[in-house]
């Protein structure tokens, strides 16, 4: 990624956090594991080397609506293709150790009954796309995770798993919680977790609250331990929060961000649902993303803002600093999805395109500067240089 695309926040120095105790490593939820992260072998009697250094990129909401599919049903004829609208990106993605992405909609187990806002019901072949695209993980947790019910949560799930995606925050079964998701990456143990603030006004049913994680401090606390507990050197909480179309973080975001970053259990939080680009923020040297606004999505002008186009890739460079991994450097590239094709577009690079129109031009730089303000809204560049095209 060169620095013509991507702006750079800090590094930071060492610092000491509890240690968490050697235990088995468990892994539930998902039936395959990330494609070029395995453990080197391991001799009796000899001690692991220690955790070293690895990368993770992040992005927005993937927010299938009807135009979106429609497009992917067009590029592939007979079949749902959605490929191509990650051709641009894929690099990105797939350069990182781990890639994460939010898929906030249900799929489909046959395409039969598709649907979109405010009912989601999307092909599953978009699952295969995110694979490719190079996505090792999803977090599923959302406020539409519940929207085809049981069965829509287990076809996604399905879904994900024929696509070789690892996934957390919604289940087949009870019991995920006692089994926390682990990702090995470069010898390191990552624990993967996602949580929504609610169902869009529904409820689960009684005996299946164990079916979509909702957001509550001390569970996440207590799910964020229990990982440490199995293994993991560093912990990732995906959280579907906040206000839809305010880039400003709302106080139950930045109340929750300091109640768990100040527990020295979960070491960054990735923030969703606001559909616009939020802030860069740090709670003592911990960060969190409060929203990566959307990725991949068809939120109509009549009803939001142009902001709605706007994402951004955010990489993280996890270092291990004297025994304990900490985020050494963040570097974050904007990205735009256009109407028509719905390729997701990184902003620099399509402006350093001298075949780009004008009028294309225009709303990008538009586009850059909404981006790069709003990451930087909270002071994100006292962290360390910013670089912009």
Known sequence: MSACESGDIGRRGPSQRDASPPSTRHHEG???????????????????APPTSFTLVATGDILTHSTVYEKALENGGNRYDFDPMFREVEPLLSAADLAICHLETPLSRDNQDLSSYPNFNVPRQLADAIGKAGYDYCSTASNHSYDQGLQGVRATLDALDSAGVRHNGTARRSGKADHPELFEVNGAEVGLLSYTYGLNGGE????????????????????????????????????HWGLEYQVAPSTDQLTLARQLLRSNAIDLILGHHAHVV???G???????????????????????????RHGVIVKFEVQDQGGDLRVE?????????????YVI?????????????????????????????????????????????
């Open 345 to 389: 577009t990184p902003v620099a690079r399509a402006l350093g395109d001298p075949s780009t129109p004008a009028d294309t031009r225009a709303t990008l730089k538009l586009s850059w500067k909404r981006t790069t303000t709003a990451i930087r809204s909270l002071g994100a560049g006292k962290f360390g240089r910013v670089r912009q095209p």
């Open 282 to 308: 740090r709670v003592r040297k911990e960060y969190v993303v409060y929203g990566m606004g959307n990725f991949l999505a068809d939120q109509s002008i009549a009803c939001c803002a142009e902001a709605t």
């Open 329 to 341: 450097k963040v570097i974050y590239t904007p990205t735009w999805v256009p109407y028509g094709n």
């Open 278 to 280: 939020q802030p860069i």
């Open 204 to 239: 689960l049913p009684e005996n299946e609250s164990w079916l979509v994680d909702v957001i509550d401090s001390p569970t996440i606390l207590r799910e964020a331990r229990a990982a440490r507990g199995a293994g993991a050197d560093f912990v990732v909480v995906s959280l």
């Open 30 to 48: 998902s039936a395959t594991t990330g494609a070029g992260n395995r453990a080197a072998p391991v001799q009796k009697d000899v001690e692991p």
